[in-house]
């Protein structure tokens, strides 16, 4: 497991963040207009599954509770209906430690 230190102002979006109603998907990730491409869709589906595997979780459902994107987030992810943005690459990082350089470079299929 990875372990990271939370400035205060993260740690309050974070606090935010959870207190806050449901979330919709689209509250904090960007809809994408332009059609998916099977590039972009492997690549996400690699950028979860790498977490996923890093961090010895069981599923989608596992990797949404510690991030918290609701479950149809994940999934919209997965199928290419939303794109990885920075919002969601900062949740990953901030619940799962592993580096953001990492994280960017596995969204746009480079690893």
């Known amino acids: 497991m990875f ?3 939370l400035t205060p ?13 449901y979330a919709r998907p689209s509250d904090f990730i960007e809809l994408d207009d ?8 492997k690549a996400a589906n690699a950028l979860l599954d790498t977490v996923i595997s890093q961090l010895g979780l069981k599923n989608d459902a596992h ?4 991030t918290d994107l609701p479950p149809p987030a994940i999934s919209k992810l997965r199928h ?3 794109r990885i ?14 580096s953001m350089e990492y994280l960017v470079k596995a969204r746009s ?3």
Do not use: C, D, H, W
């Open 34 to 41: 332009s059609k998916p491409t099977e590039e972009s869709i």
């Open 9 to 21: 102002e993260i740690a309050q979006a974070i606090e935010e963040s959870r207190n806050a109603a």
């Open 3 to 5: 372990s990271i230190t």
């Open 85 to 98: 943005t920075s919002e969601v690459l900062m949740r990953l990082y901030i619940a799962t430690g592993i």
């Open 80 to 82: 290419g209906k939303l």
């Open 63 to 66: 990797l949404s509770r510690l």
């Open 109 to 111: 299929g480079q690893i």
